[in-house]
């Protein structure tokens, strides 16, 4: 059982008998249980009081009885008085694991494995800041139960933390320098929390802390975080150094922003050879078209047609909702809840929460042509 609790990072377990409810209830007051184990007697139920005793006084509190058999009338009392599952006694290590992976599922608290998701374009200014952090909120309003970490790695002048108005304590540095002696509780107390779900790793405070940030530390800081939160957002940096690239390969999905416009179409074709040298699959990268429905020199079916395959979205042109967004330091879906770029922004995260398109990239895009008009 303490194996158990261990693996999950519980902490301390505290054995306490059942020689009266009172002083039970009274030597759990000091500290906040995260779960309790109810041994429960023979024939007369003893422990049951003491299930409705702890539930009085912590109820939330989830609790495991375990009774000598599989007693209906047994199990339906200690169900009554509150406990979530029973398991019987002697326990059996796999039984008693899935119990405590069931309960703290329920309760939230099961250690999580995120999915990361790398906004990415090779050109700056083509959205990948935008669409990193409205992703991220579009993510996390899907589900009250989601949680969403959103790191930027932008490491020489991050926007996250000016789009969202966030005066940084602790930043993507002190995160990759004390991560590996932090405990869950303590690494996730490093990142600043917004509402809604949404928890921010902002950048450095200083330009040349970007150095310490080699693609291994930053990688091994993504898989920490992919425990404690459902989806790992990042907003890359345009440039393609090692750490880029360490970022790129360990997500699981690549959002490749682009425009219709010819410069920003030639580097995302250099960006897709790059990813097939790379032997990036087509489920991994996904070509989403931002500003649609500005004036581009290139048609949507144009870009498809190079492509080979349809893009997985398109975000329109708004002006308005994106700069009131990173003005007043906010997500867009808070300023313009009804325009169509935060219900496009939605229809992206479900996109990119559900089974992408199957096939293989290309191997190279070949050449583009102007639209003729
Ligand atoms: N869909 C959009 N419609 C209109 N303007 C946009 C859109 N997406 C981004 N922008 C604007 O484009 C500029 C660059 O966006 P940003 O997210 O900072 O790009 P990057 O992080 O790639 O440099 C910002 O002024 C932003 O408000
Ligand atoms: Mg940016």
Same mark, same amino acid.
């Given at each position: 059982?303490?194996?158990?609790?261990?693996?999950?990072?519980?902490?301390?377990?505290? !054995?306490?008998?059942?020689?009266?409810? !009172?002083?039970?209830?009274?030597?759990?007051?000091?500290?906040?249980?995260?779960?309790?184990?109810?041994?429960?007697?023979?024939?007369?139920?003893?422990?049951?009081?003491?299930?409705?005793?702890?539930?009085?006084?912590?109820?939330?509190?989830?609790?495991?009885?375990? %009774?000598?058999?599989?007693? +209906?009338?047994?199990? @339906?009392?200690?169900?009554?008085?509150?406990?979530?599952?029973?398991?019987?006694?002697?326990?059996? $290590?796999?039984?008693?694991?899935? $119990?405590?992976? #069931?309960?703290?599922?329920?309760? &939230?608290?099961?250690?999580?494995?995120?999915? *990361?998701?790398?906004?990415?374009?090779?050109?700056?200014? @083509?959205?990948?800041?935008?669409?990193?952090?409205?992703?991220?909120?579009?993510?996390?309003?899907?589900?009250?139960?989601?949680?969403?970490?959103?790191?930027?790695?932008?490491?020489?002048? &991050?926007?996250?933390?000016?789009?969202?108005?966030?005066? /940084?304590?602790?930043?993507?540095?002190?995160?990759?320098?004390?991560?590996?002696?932090?405990? #869950?509780?303590?690494?996730?107390?490093?990142?600043?929390? *917004?509402?809604?779900?949404?928890?921010?790793?902002?950048? +450095?405070?200083?330009?040349?802390?970007?150095?310490?940030?080699?693609? #291994?530390?930053?990688?091994?800081?993504? =898989? =920490?975080?992919?425990?404690?939160?459902?989806?790992?957002?990042?907003? *890359?940096?345009?440039? @393609?150094?090692?750490?880029?690239?360490?970022?790129?390969?360990?997500?699981?999905?690549?959002?490749?922003?682009?425009?219709?416009?010819?410069?920003?179409?030639?580097?995302?074709?250099?960006?897709?050879?790059?990813?097939?040298?790379?032997?990036?699959? !087509?489920?991994?990268?996904?070509?989403?078209?931002?500003?649609?429905?500005?004036?581009?020199?290139?048609?949507?079916?144009?870009?498809?047609?190079?492509?080979?395959?349809?893009?997985?979205?398109?975000?329109?042109?708004?002006? #308005?909702?994106?700069?009131?967004?990173?003005?007043? &330091?906010?997500?867009?879906?808070? &300023?313009? /809840?009804?325009?169509?770029?935060?219900?496009?922004?939605?229809?992206?995260?479900?996109?990119?929460?559900?089974?992408?398109?199957? %096939?293989?990239?290309?191997?190279?895009?070949?050449?583009?042509?102007?639209?003729?008009?």
């Amino acid at each position: 059982m303490r194996r158990a609790f261990a693996a999950r990072e519980l902490g301390e377990v505290t !054995a306490l008998g059942w020689s009266d409810a !009172a002083a039970l209830v009274a030597a759990l007051k000091d500290g906040t249980p995260t779960l309790a184990i109810a041994s429960i007697g023979g024939d007369n139920g003893t422990g049951i009081s003491f299930i409705d005793a702890l539930k009085r006084e912590h109820p939330e509190l989830p609790i495991i009885a375990t %009774g000598p058999a599989p007693n +209906p009338d047994l199990i @339906l009392r200690a169900v009554r008085a509150g406990a979530v599952e029973f398991l019987v006694r002697p326990l059996q $290590a796999a039984e008693f694991a899935e $119990a405590l992976d #069931r309960v703290l599922a329920k309760a &939230g608290m099961r250690s999580r494995s995120g999915r *990361c998701i790398a906004v990415y374009s090779a050109k700056g200014g @083509l959205g990948s800041t935008t669409v990193a952090v409205n992703l991220a909120f579009a993510l996390a309003r899907k589900d009250p139960n989601l949680r969403v970490a959103l790191v930027d790695l932008v490491v020489q002048g &991050g926007d996250v933390r000016v789009f969202l108005d966030i005066r /940084p304590g602790e930043t993507i540095k002190d995160v990759v320098e004390q991560q590996s002696s932090l405990d #869950r509780h303590e690494f996730e107390a490093m990142l600043h929390e *917004c509402p809604d779900g949404v928890w921010v790793c902002p950048d +450095p405070n200083l330009p040349d802390e970007g150095e310490l940030l080699t693609g #291994r530390r930053v990688v091994a800081v993504l =898989r =920490r975080l992919a425990e404690s939160f459902d989806f790992v957002v990042v907003d *890359c940096e345009h440039t @393609l150094n090692e750490r880029t690239l360490a970022v790129l390969d360990h997500a699981e999905r690549i959002v490749l922003l682009t425009h219709l416009t010819l410069p920003a179409i030639r580097s995302l074709q250099r960006t897709m050879d790059l990813f097939s040298r790379l032997e990036y699959s !087509a489920d991994k990268v996904s070509v989403v078209v931002n500003r649609y429905g500005s004036k581009g020199d290139l048609t949507l079916s144009d870009l498809e047609k190079v492509l080979e395959r349809p893009v997985t979205a398109k975000l329109p042109n708004d002006y #308005r909702a994106t700069i009131d967004a990173a003005a007043r &330091g906010r997500p867009i879906h808070i &300023g313009s /809840p009804k325009s169509k770029i935060a219900s496009a922004l939605d229809n992206l995260a479900v996109t990119l929460n559900g089974g992408p398109p199957g %096939g293989k990239l290309r191997g190279g895009l070949g050449l583009f042509r102007r639209k003729t008009e």
